[in-house]
């Protein structure tokens, strides 16, 4: 078996998705693993994103990972499969905006900030939920909130890894209990990469986003 097969064996067993993620990565790469059947894709570069989705198969579900500028959200919106970065209030307005436009619902995770690291985007989960209590869920109604995705602190110290992904299935429960208990695709957890999806299949994830394990590493 090569990578991805072993990779999509541990998927299936797990019951976990696989997002290739192929930033960075050229078209023949991308082709390379779905012609061995896998059509979930994830790019972090709006104009990157457009050209791939321009170039390659139509099938192709194309989940956008990276951290989203408002006023790009046009690009993406007429065919995005999923969006992980929901993270501020002004993009989720935009992408409400924009799929009202294109007559279409976008299926939108909220990012929420899981890592110490100062860098790190995504909601702060008390604020998360003031809006939420606040009526941000039915404003933007073309947005379907399917759940919630984070990344962990880039470093070696597994255990605060693994507790970063834990505190990230805690706050999946709170919403989904407080917010989103009659939706039944809020389901998504999406977390784990390359270097930690074990861990992150082992506190509930549900979506692995992997790039370089699969692709190679990116220069
Ligand atoms: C690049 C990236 C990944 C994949 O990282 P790898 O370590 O190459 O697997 C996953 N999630 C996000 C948000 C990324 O930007």
Known sequence: MNKYQILEAFCKESNVELVAVSKTKPNSAILELYDQGQRIFGENRVQELDEKHKALPKDIAWH???????????????????????????????INKEAIKNERFIDVLLQIKIAKEESKFGWNTEELMSLLDNGTKTAYPNINYRGVMGMATFTDDKEQVKSEFDQLKAVYDLLKSKYFEDQIDFDTISMGMSGDYKLAVESGSTMIRVGSLLFGARS
């Open 64 to 94: 956008m990972i990276g951290h989203l500028q408002t006023n790009k959200v046009k690009y993406i919106a007429p065919y995005v499969n999923m969006i992980h970065s929901g993270e501020r209030k002004s993009l989720l307005k935009e």
